[in-house]
């Protein structure tokens, strides 16, 4: 089994671990113990979120592992309470106390918000905290690309874009817009939670093609088109399972395949849903 994960660079210099731990819905007690349990099956990157409300359990999780914390990524995000200039130190103050941790490796913004229109104030916040060594690298979760072009428009550009992604939503507009400015795109629910993907019969002969599990081909399709996933899993079995994806990959045709299964599997609409 090879579990070592490829990072990115990003812009600010950071390097993002290829897959990830999710950890929404888990709760304080479940999330300190699938942190804990992870490290020691090669997880360096952690993803979790104020709304979550276990950022503590993270920070438990990582000291109870003993992780160096320079050998860890945690990635976490603010509500809108705190889409301001001031309110994102505030934010990242009070996440940086629950974790534990001097600072985060990647702040988001988890919800575009856009009738409240102050993300781009936001982002000017983040911008300022990460100047102050508070936050490595800067970027936005669930943002479309009218949303993007704004932050653009404004002289500012995410270093990631986390969406919720997977072969039956391949989000392809808003990767090439992500794509066209340099951003990073990382999937949530990568697996497709709430569908039948993982018994999607291309997968199944894909799995048995490769010797691999249906989740390991979804996962290895998002290595191979350079998107960053963080499955969540609180079972530990499932958890070794997800990071075993660097001992194989997809030939072109298969990944094409896959591209192909675009369907109308809902998504969460962030024009009109967000926190
Ligand atoms: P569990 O925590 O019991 O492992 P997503 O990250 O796409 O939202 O998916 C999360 C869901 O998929 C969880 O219900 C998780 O359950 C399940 N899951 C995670 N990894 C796998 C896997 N390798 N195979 C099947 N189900 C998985």
Do not use: C
Not at 30 to 55: I, K, M
Not at 146 to 171: F, M, S, W
Not at 225 to 244: T, W
């Amino acid at each position: 089994m090879n579990t070592s994960v490829p990072a990115l660079p990003l812009p600010s210099g950071a390097l993002i671990p290829q897959v990830g731990l999710g950890t929404w819905p888990l709760d304080d007690d479940e999330a300190a113990r699938a942190v804990d349990t992870a490290v020691g099956l090669g997880y360096r990157h952690f993803d979790t979120a104020e709304n979550y409300r276990n950022e503590k359990g993270v920070g438990v999780g990582l000291r109870r592992s003993g992780l160096d914390r320079g050998q860890a990524f945690i990635t976490t995000k603010f509500n809108k309470e705190w889409h301001s200039f001031d309110g994102v130190r505030r934010a990242v103050e009070a996440s940086t106390q629950r974790l534990g941790t001097e600072y985060v490796d990647l702040l988001l913004i988890h919800w575009p918000n856009p009738d409240l229109d102050r993300y781009v104030e936001a982002f000017r916040g983040m911008r300022a905290v990460q100047d102050d060594g508070l936050v490595r690298a800067v970027g936005v979760s669930n943002f479309k690309p009218a949303h993007l072009k704004k932050l653009a428009d404004a002289g500012l550009v995410p270093e990631v874009n986390q969406i919720q992604l997977d072969p039956y939503r391949p989000r392809r507009d808003v990767r090439e817009a992500n794509a066209g400015l340099g951003i990073l795109t990382e999937a949530w629910s990568p697996l497709g939670k709430g569908t039948r993907l993982l018994a999607e019969p291309l997968l199944l002969t894909l799995a048995a093609k490769y010797g691999k599990t249906p989740a390991q081909v979804v996962l290895r399709w998002d290595i191979q088109s350079g998107i960053v996933a963080i499955p969540k899993s609180a079972n530990p079995q499932r958890m070794a399972e997800n990071l075993d994806i660097f001992d194989f990959e997809l030939d072109a045709r298969d990944l094409s395949s896959l591209d192909g299964l675009e369907n109308d599997a809902a998504v969460s609409d962030s024009d009109t849903f967000g926190h």
